[in-house]
């Protein structure tokens, strides 16, 4: 099961994720036990479950199925709940990053990442550049996510799955020293 992180001032499925998180912690209790088969979900049990109106109900289980958190059972009016369901219904809600708090988190990952190029020596690759990606490239303060990527590039000097010839025999002769 994949654990999901839901955001704080980011509407899930028209909601807030507190109200979301504990609507869907409801519907999962009233149908804990039962098999799947046996534990339909209607608009009904929505509307008590994540405390709506009629209106605010259907808006979600619209929502709901379009996101397959629901499929459509085979009576008419029945619904049944997926795993992605239970995955949004146990996740952690989260504050958003704020701007200054990312950029030193990416300061920090340049630095891990000259740690391990000068350390590292034996791994084939270096890191080129860290590229950063998705929120952080907008104007907002608070940002739901930081994506980072690695660039990376073969190491100077090596050839992919073959050592320097300087450097094989070093490892020779210590390798040897060792052996004696």
């Known amino acids: 099961m ?5 955001v704080l001032q980011r509407l899930q499925f028209g909601l807030d994720p507190l109200a979301f998180r504990r609507g869907a912690a409801r519907v999962l209790a009233r149908v804990s036990g039962r ?3 046996e534990a339909p979900v209607t608009l ?3 509307r008590q479950d994540f405390r709506l109106d009629a209106a605010g109900a ?3 289980l619209r929502a709901l199925v379009a996101r397959r958190l629901l499929q459509r059972s085979n009576a008419a009016s029945d619904y049944r709940l997926t795993e992605r369901f239970r995955e949004f219904a146990l996740a952690r809600v989260v504050a958003p990053l704020q701007r200054a708090r990312a950029k030193r988190l990416i300061e ?15 791994n084939p690759f270096v890191i080129a550049m860290i590229a950063v990606s998705g929120s952080y490239m ?5 940002l739901p996510e930081l994506s980072l990527w690695l660039i990376v590039r073969p190491r100077a000097g090596r050839a992919f799955g073959k050592r320097r010839r300087a450097e094989a025999t070093a490892h020779d002769r210590s390798a040897t020293q060792f052996a004696r």
């Open 138 to 142: 907008s104007r907002s303060k608070a």
């Open 58 to 60: 259907e808006a979600l």
């Open 108 to 122: 920090r990952a340049g630095i891990l990442a000259g740690q391990i190029n000068a350390k590292w020596t034996r």
């Open 44 to 46: 009904e049990d929505l």
């Open 2 to 6: 994949t654990i999901r992180t839901l």
């Open 35 to 37: 098999p799947r088969a």
